[in-house]
């Protein structure tokens, strides 16, 4: 499904965020990317979600060559992947099934079909009875569910999840990651960037680490180990 060739990614200044990247992550998997500040876990997903193009090497989605892509095709690249960030970057003045809506407004879906979805997926995230009510009236996790779910109601094949528990407790941070490991389960690929090992070590599936933009272990079951 994502493959990774040789990719590297230098800033100005020759600041190294990615090293000769290759990796291979295949439909339905469950694949934690985890490192320090700094180890290029955030610029590996910025390339995927082509908010940024490597210096060298080729990144293929569904054996598509992304930094091959044109202008007008990025848009419809994107509404393939579902984004999910430590801020939660929803509108205050909107409220839950506004939130979750607005994409499927913006991209011209009919009311009765944005009805249908968002109502389907406001109850994947467990906020069926919550859509009335604005992010302020909500706690730290609830507003997170509401960035998932905002995330998936274009049904993407793949969800991103940028350090998501980054500003939750230990008791939201973990029925968060419950919400992802189902919604992996009903067939939506996952990676996960985090630095949060006890929720890595939990969810012993695969792990990818990053020390300073290389990738230095790829384990199927594996533990938080740098």
């Known amino acids: 499904m994502i493959h990774f060739r040789n990719v590297s990614k230098i800033y100005s200044g020759d600041v190294v965020a990615l090293r000769n990247i290759n990796l291979d992550i295949q439909h ?6 985890v490192g320090q500040s700094g180890t290029g876990k955030s610029t590996l997903l910025r390339l995927l979600i082509l908010e940024e193009k490597p210096s060298a090497g080729k990144i293929f989605f569904r054996e598509k060559d992304l930094t091959s892509l044109g202008h007008r095709e990025i848009p419809l690249h994107r509404r393939r992947i579902g984004v999910v960030f430590q801020d939660f970057k929803l509108l205050n003045k909107r409220t839950v099934f506004e939130n979750t809506s607005f994409a499927l407004e913006v991209a011209g ?23 009335d009510k604005y992010p302020t009236q909500l706690s730290g996790g609830e507003q997170q569910r509401v960035a998932i779910a905002r995330a998936l109601v274009h049904h993407p094949e793949l969800l991103v999840a940028d350090e998501p528990t980054g500003n939750l407790d230990m008791i939201n941070t973990w029925e968060i990651m419950e919400l992802l490991l189902r919604i992996n389960k009903l067939g939506t690929t996952v990676i996960l960037a985090t630095h949060n090992k006890e929720t890595v070590d939990r969810i012993n599936r695969r792990v990818i680490a990053l020390d300073k933009g290389i990738v230095i272990r790829d384990q199927q079951e594996g533990k938080y180990m740098i």
């Open 28 to 33: 339905g998997e469950f694949v934690s990317i």
């Open 109 to 131: 879906r009919s009311s009765r079909d944005i009805r249908r979805n968002v109502s389907q997926i406001l109850e994947i995230v467990g906020l069926a009875g919550k859509s």
